[in-house]
């Protein structure tokens, strides 16, 4: 049984910083791809970064050079370092997993099988 829990959002101003985490629990075949998702209301759920057990990792253009991810296995924690946030940053995140890991489509809402409930992030200019 896959369990993923988010924790760590709030609000911020522009051009402040946050990190989200996210606890994972489960087998690790099953949670072998971990990414970080955000819906904002009226829109649909998108991919922001995600990463592979092997540590290969991948960013949509929006979030490249401002958000890292990370997993630290000890603690079986997947975490988004988010620097530089702007208004349009501003959703709920979600945290989600699945057993495969394609390079070409990691960032891609409809492969991960597991969610979390979600946190919300909110950025004011």
């Known amino acids: 049984q896959v369990q993923l829990v988010e924790s760590g959002g709030g609000s911020v101003q522009a051009g402040g910083s946050l990190r989200l985490s996210c606890a994972v629990s489960g087998d690790r075949y099953s949670t072998y791809c971990m990414g970080w998702f955000r819906q904002d209301a009226g829109k649909e759920r998108e991919g922001v970064a995600a990463i592979g057990r092997d540590g290969y990792t991948s960013y949509t253009d929006f979030v490249r050079g401002r958000f890292t991810i990370s997993f630290d296995n000890a603690e079986n924690t997947l975490y988004l370092q988010m620097n530089t946030l702007k208004p349009e940053d501003s959703a709920t995140y979600y945290c989600?997993?699945?057993?495969?890991?394609?390079?070409?489509?990691?960032?891609?809402?409809?492969?991960?099988?597991?969610w979390g409930q979600g946190t919300q992030v909110s950025v004011s200019s």
């Open positions: 989600a997993a699945d057993s495969l890991c394609p390079y070409y489509s990691m960032l891609d809402v409809r492969r991960y099988d597991y």
